[in-house]
């Protein structure tokens, strides 16, 4: 299989149309076959709930080439899960978890040429999505449903290495409590574009959401969990109903406890503790850690001691252990990588 031709150490985080997509339609209660195509085109009526009332839900997870040349996604069963979650939250049909990572794969195998070499830095995102295709005027759900998977090639995250972040406490909130926080729903980001733009213009990376019931404990961003390290070097990670189960988190926790013998605290964070951290870090598929130099509360400053020139020791170890699995350097637990080819 011959590469495209594309400068792999350059690429953005942006979207580019590459040779084959999934396309499965669910119709009168059934999920059809679903197929790979060409067209990446998606024709509706005008009256879809989607585009009327935001009945949509995604996944987001990335293909890589390892160390040896083959090419493997990372816990995409637990991607699949997730969205049976969202899909049975918003009244959509479920796409089975494992039908869902079979066409994952399908997918990835019709886009091979796609897949940045190993050590480009590049990865190749996976973005499966479901939408109600049909019409609705009154308020109810769709009766036809469409799944799709497209695939992209991406740059690092962050060009030119690691840089930690300023990032500041939003004025808005994020997700209510027993609302759909939970839930990789688009409804989620449609809300939070005005929050993170006000944000971007004000000089400040990301938004930190507070719970909305008490504005007393810290939640997460916009697209990412936080993982905060302690002067002792126990990790310690936010639990709360109405944040987003991510997998890189969940992932770095188990590399915490088994790979480096850290000891690991998944519990409700006062946003008082925040001065006691010695590392910040936001995580997430996209950049896997994300650094967090400073944090400002309505103009007061947090400076994180691991400072803004680098990522901190700890989250270093964390970073380079879980990239290492992901890449094929480090043996990864049973179940974690499904080769695709
Ligand atoms: C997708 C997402 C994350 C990160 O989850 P991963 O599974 O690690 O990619 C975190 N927060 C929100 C709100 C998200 O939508």
Redo the contacts with the bound molecule.
């Keep these: 299989m011959e590469k495209k031709d594309l400068d792999w150490g350059n690429l953005s985080f942006g979207y580019m149309k590459t040779d084959k997509r999934f396309v499965a339609n669910y119709k009168q209660g059934a999920w059809d076959e679903g197929v790979l195509t060409d067209d990446d085109r998606v024709i509706i009526t005008e009256c879809a709930g989607v585009l009327q009332y935001a009945q949509t839900c995604f996944e ?1 997870l990335k293909a890589y080439t390892t160390e040896d040349g083959s090419i493997v996604t990372f816990r995409p069963d637990l991607n699949g899960q997730r969205m049976e979650n969202s899909c049975r939250r918003l009244e959509m049909p479920v796409f089975p978890c494992d039908r869902f990572v079979d066409a994952v794969v399908k997918t990835v195998r019709a886009n091979l040429a796609w897949v940045p070499p190993y050590g480009s830095g590049a990865t190749l995102y996976i973005r499966p999505y479901m939408f109600g295709s049909s019409a609705v005027i009154g308020v109810k759900p769709a009766e036809e449903y469409q799944f799709r998977i497209l695939v992209t090639p991406v740059g690092p995250y962050f060009k030119g290495g690691v840089k930690p972040i300023v990032i500041r406490v939003s004025d808005f909130d994020r997700a209510a409590p027993r609302g759909t926080g939970h839930i ?1 729903a688009g409804l ?1 980001y449609a809300m939070s574009l005005h929050p993170i733009m006000d944000a971007h213009r004000q000089g400040f990376a990301e938004n930190m959401y507070l719970d909305p019931a008490t504005r007393s404990k810290i939640e ?1 961003t ?4 936080f993982i905060f390290i302690t002067r002792d070097g126990t990790l310690v990670t936010p639990k709360s109903s109405s944040i ?1 189960p ?4 969940r992932s770095l926790v188990y590399v915490a406890e088994h790979y480096l013998n850290m000891k690991v605290e998944e519990r409700e964070v006062p946003f008082t503790e925040l001065p006691e951290f010695v590392e910040v870090g936001l ?3 996209a950049a896997v850690i994300s650094p967090v130099g400073k944090i400002v509360d309505n103009g007061k400053e947090i400076c994180v001691p691991s400072g803004m020139a680098d990522m901190g020791p700890v989250l270093r170890k964390l970073y380079d252990t879980l990239t290492g699995i992901q890449m094929g350097r480090i043996e990864a637990p049973e179940g974690w990588i499904t080769k695709i080819a």
Excluded: F, H, M, P
């Design positions: 987001g990789k989620n997460e916009g697209g990412a969990n987003l991510s997998i890189t988190r995580c997430g598929t």
